[in-house]
């Protein structure tokens, strides 16, 4: 038989610290944008050289230290496979959940049950998908609960939000039933779309404030930051929410929104969700920094570090960032670091993982972590306070289930209609007041430059 020993060897990719570790002597600054300047006079001329350091603060309680980085299999043919292998501290100590300055107690139950109901409706939908039920694939936010549903939380009922395909917690939040993102995989004619789409791409601009996802990532921060300037010129500042991932934060129309809403000083709160794994693509072969919060500097704006899977710090990152926004100050960046604890999509197993950052990451489940805090530490709600939750949980979920599963599919001839805007099918409406807009001139005067291209 031949010899099927695998030897690896390590390449050159990714052997630095990820997800935020930093040297004994990094500094991390209290003020969101705060800069020093030091000058230093260079031997033997006159000149000088200014030297500008700007803090981002980091709201971790832990900070992660390993890397990821590639082997190259050869098997006993001396066919090479390419796998990739983690190193670093992974049996570090569960940090505590980081006490929040504004959450109340009820407040705190509050995003808990969301968190829940958002855990509760995925695995009911994964159970549909199994079953046969669901029309085309499914994305998970598993290991993002806290994300989704705390940043939501935060906002106020006039401001606006743009989930993405894991944020499906934001949408509960913001008073979509389970049964709505239900439907909508099961393209049913009740659905938001009336089955006219099988995932995410649905929105609610008259009563939710919510912007469709877009596919295209990154499309929709300016998006956004439209929004913003919309009420603007209406004469309000608002808060505007919406989330990319680390490899979507890649494309170019994220940096063209983020500057945009930078110089026009709009109120755009940008979530990065720092999940580690773009696809199958981990972040150390991503990008250069160690912390994506460090892409605010470039745009002059604050940024922010939260541990993704502590409710508390994301809730008051983000409500100090839409407070900003109803100030008129401007857009704000936070980094969520966590992990995407499934594949892209139910189609992917996301064997690429190596099973030791799964392991690491699952002790930190933002579930469990929250119902710890609640029960043993602040003693917020009892065991059988928490028992009863989680059951009345469980029920709401079972009836929006069968809400899903009753619900016809749309008939054929319907197909026909909803496709296009036509004959004035709808009026889009000021939701604040007349826009304020300076008056011009109705004729039209030909420029130079307009000659010019002639």
């Not at 089955?195 to 300016?222: A, K, W, Y």
């Not at 505007?240 to 709160?269: H, K, R």
């Not at 160690?290 to 409500?319: F, H, N």
Request: charged share 25%; hydrophobic share 35%; net charge neutral.
């Amino acid at each position: 038989m031949p010899n099927n020993k695998k030897k690896s060897k390590a390449s050159h990719n990714g052997h630095r610290p990820r997800n935020g570790s930093r040297s004994a002597n990094a500094h991390v600054g209290t003020a969101a944008l705060g800069r020093s300047v030091a000058r230093s006079a260079t031997a033997g001329t006159d000149s000088t050289e200014s030297l500008r350091t700007y803090s981002i603060p980091d709201y971790r309680l832990e900070h992660i230290d390993f890397t990821v980085h590639q082997a190259i299999e050869k098997d006993g043919q001396g066919q090479e496979k390419v796998r990739y292998e983690v190193a670093g501290d992974l049996a570090a100590p569960v940090p505590p959940i980081r006490d929040s300055k504004y959450l109340s107690r009820q407040q705190a139950i509050e995003i808990y049950r969301y968190m829940l109901l958002n855990r509760k409706m995925e695995t009911a939908l994964e159970n549909l998908y199994k079953q046969g039920k669901v029309v085309g694939g499914v994305y998970f936010g598993l290991g993002q609960e806290a994300c989704s549903c705390a940043s939501a939380y935060a906002l106020d009922k006039d401001d606006w939000f743009a989930p993405m395909i894991r944020n499906q917690g934001s949408l509960l939040v913001r008073g979509f039933r389970a049964s709505d993102t239900m439907m909508q995989y099961m393209a049913k004619a009740d659905s938001p779309t009336k089955g006219r789409d099988g995932t995410s791409h649905f929105g609610d601009i008259e009563t939710r404030n919510m912007v469709s996802p877009i596919s295209m990532l990154g499309d929709l921060i300016p998006v956004m930051s439209g929004v913003a300037l919309g009420a603007r010129l209406q004469g309000r500042n608002i808060a505007v929410m919406t989330y990319i991932g680390d490899g979507g934060q890649s494309t170019g129309v994220t940096y063209e929104g983020m500057n945009f809403a930078a110089v026009q000083n709009l109120g755009l709160v940008l979530f990065i969700e720092s999940n580690l794994w773009a696809y199958s693509t981990p972040s150390d072969m991503q990008y250069r920094c160690k912390d994506l919060a460090e892409r605010a500097i470039g745009y002059g704006i604050p940024g922010v570090i939260v541990d993704g899977t502590d409710a508390c710090q994301v809730y008051d990152a983000a409500r100090e960032a839409v407070e900003r926004a109803h100030r008129g100050q401007g857009p704000t960046l936070i980094e969520a670091k966590m992990m995407r604890m499934k594949g892209h999509a139910i189609h992917d197993a996301a064997a690429y993982v190596p099973k030791e950052m799964f392991d690491f990451w699952k002790k930190r489940d933002p579930i469990a972590r929250f119902e710890n805090y609640l029960v043993k530490e602040k003693k917020w709600l009892t065991g059988k306070e928490n028992a009863d939750l989680i059951t009345e949980v469980e029920r709401v979920i079972e009836e929006e289930r069968e809400i899903a599963v009753i619900s016809p599919m749309p008939t054929p001839e319907s197909a026909e209609g909803g496709v296009f805007c036509e004959n004035g099918c709808h009026e889009i409406k000021p939701k604040y007041g007349t826009p304020k807009v300076k008056k011009g001139t109705s004729s039209y005067k030909e420029t130079e430059a307009a000659v010019h291209l002639k």
